[in-house]
């Protein structure tokens, strides 16, 4: 996400704005949800129904991202598969849990994430004081209704796409079809989760002395 974009969305006051995946697979199957997580072998999403998806790195074959001012998830099913990529988030001195969400991407040094409630957090490193594990808890209802958002993938653009997009679809923010963009694409954001899981490693001991160290790790990866 570029900066500009994600102080455009808190000035334009749309706490429920989200940005949108659509990742091809080989086969021309397409996966559409909101990141959740990637590593060196597969990138995780919340779809659309509100349930986890995973899909292979490898099988990968063009990514392409909306950029959403309301958010179109109606409900998220917390099994314990998508538990595994939530978090109970402690900023600041707050002594209980600020929120609970997803990190879903990442900036220079800003982190981004989806809460419960369907909003978009945006933090820096330095405000984090603590991460923690949750348990499942089955279907959770978002506080606004589900927007069912219309997509452009235009064919000249977007590999594998044959429709034409009508006049309200939300045209594509960027795509990604080049192999060696790709790995580099997703090789970055394989390096934020990273650090990100290694700073809730160390707050389980030491929740304020390892403010710094989220801080330097993810500005080591950022660009």
Request: hydrophobic content about 40%; aromatic content about 6%; some cysteine.
């Amino acid at each position: 996400m570029r900066l500009w974009s994600v102080f455009l969305l808190l000035g334009a006051g749309k706490a429920h704005a989200v940005d949108l995946h659509s990742l091809f697979d080989t086969e021309c199957r397409r996966q559409t949800g909101i990141l959740l997580h990637v590593d060196d072998t597969q990138v995780a999403l919340i779809g659309l129904d509100g349930r986890l998806a995973r899909v292979p790195r490898a099988q990968v074959r063009a990514v392409v991202l909306h950029k959403l001012l309301e958010s179109p998830l109606g409900e998220i099913d917390v099994d314990p598969a998508l538990a595994s990529y939530l978090r109970r988030v402690w900023v600041g001195a707050d002594r209980a849990p600020t929120f609970t969400g997803f990190a879903t991407d990442f900036h220079d040094d800003l982190v981004i994430f989806l809460d419960l409630q369907g909003k978009t957090r945006v933090l820096e490193p330095i405000e984090i004081r603590k991460i923690g594990a949750v348990e499942p808890e089955g279907r959770r209802p978002l506080d606004h209704p589900r927007v069912q958002p219309q997509l452009a993938f235009p064919p000249e653009v977007v590999p594998c796409s044959t429709s034409s997009a009508t006049a309200e679809a939300v045209p594509p923010s960027y795509v990604i079809a080049d192999t060696i963009k790709l790995g580099d694409y997703f090789g970055k954001l394989a390096e934020h989760y990273r650090a990100l899981d290694g700073f809730e490693e160390r707050t389980r001991v030491h929740p304020r002395s390892a403010n710094e160290g989220m801080s330097t790790d993810l500005t080591r990866v950022s660009g």
